[in-house]
């Protein structure tokens, strides 16, 4: 059982409706006779408009755990429930729909398309989406107003993760799963898009988590979930969370 800590809880959560859970998910991957289990029976709770941040070193089963809650893949065995309906057992095309309506992803990098604008890239899913913000709306979420007809490579590294950002969360999400976001990033740099990622989640209310290996994203979070060997190891509550200008590292 992982050991949880539990603290006063924050704003975000306190609602406690829960977006997204995952029910003794596994997951194993064959290499000839070998087996390799990504995940271990894991149990976790998602709530409406909190902040987590997903802790682990490499192999811990952390993108695993998100590609499987985001729909991108199923588990070996183990369920999975959004606002309580069973995801996992759903067709190829169901999923596609599900990812499409509720889940934005964000990745390590950016997957623009360089001869696109700003504008045009988030365009993308807008153009596909049921009730999408305006490419322009969404690019002003992540403080990139100023920078809508500019393409990929007239962009900072930074600035092109944020535009990532917007794409994702042009089609209102309900869910954001960003996997290692700052990855690439120098500090500085990287603080700018936690502050996107912190505005995203205070003024839409997206539940909103963070796959990171560095611990000191985790003083932003409602919740910090520690993953080793497949399995949750912790699960602790921040008391109050720090905004992003804050951090350091």
Same mark, same amino acid.
């Not at 997951?27 to 029976?41: E, N, Q």
């Not at 893949?73 to 959004?82: A, I, K, M, T």
């Not at 996992?88 to 095309?93: G, P, V, W």
């Given at each position: ?7 006063? $809880?924050?704003?975000?959560?306190? #609602? ?9 998910? $596994?997951?194993?991957?064959?290499a ?54 069973e ?57 990139l107003?100023?920078r ?21 969360? #042009? ?6 799963l ?15 898009v936690?502050? #996107?990622?912190?505005?995203v ?8 988590v963070?796959i ?12 910090v ?15 109050q ?9």
């Amino acid at each position: 059982m992982p050991r949880t800590t539990t603290m006063a $809880s924050s704003a975000s959560s306190t #609602a406690r409706k829960i977006a997204l859970r995952g029910a003794a998910l $596994s997951k194993v991957y064959r290499a000839g006779d070998v087996a390799v289990h990504a995940l271990r029976d894991v149990d976790i709770e998602l709530y409406r408009g909190e902040f987590v941040v997903l802790l682990g070193p490499s192999g811990s089963g952390k993108s695993t755990l998100l590609n499987i809650l985001g729909g991108l893949d199923v588990p070996s065995s183990g369920q999975v429930y959004f606002d309580g309906a069973e995801i996992t057992a759903r067709d190829e095309a169901a999923l596609t729909r599900f990812r499409r309506d509720h889940v934005g992803f964000v990745f390590q990098f950016y997957n623009l398309v360089p001869s696109l604008t700003a504008r045009e890239n988030v365009a993308l899913v807008t153009e596909i989406a049921r009730d999408p913000m305006t490419p322009e709306a969404a690019l002003e979420v992540v403080g990139l107003a100023g920078r809508l007809d500019h393409f990929p490579a007239e962009l900072s590294g930074g600035e092109q993760q944020r535009v990532a950002i917007a794409r994702a969360i #042009a089609k209102r999400p309900d869910v954001l799963l960003c996997d290692e976001p700052t990855g690439a990033l120098d500090s500085v740099t990287g603080i700018l898009v936690l502050e #996107a990622l912190e505005g995203v989640n205070r003024e839409l209310g997206t539940t909103t988590v963070v796959i990171t290996h560095n611990v000191t994203i985790g003083g932003m979070a409602d919740r910090v979930i520690r993953l080793a060997d497949g399995r949750i190891s912790e699960i602790t509550r921040n008391a109050q969370r720090r905004r992003a200008a804050q951090l350091s590292w």
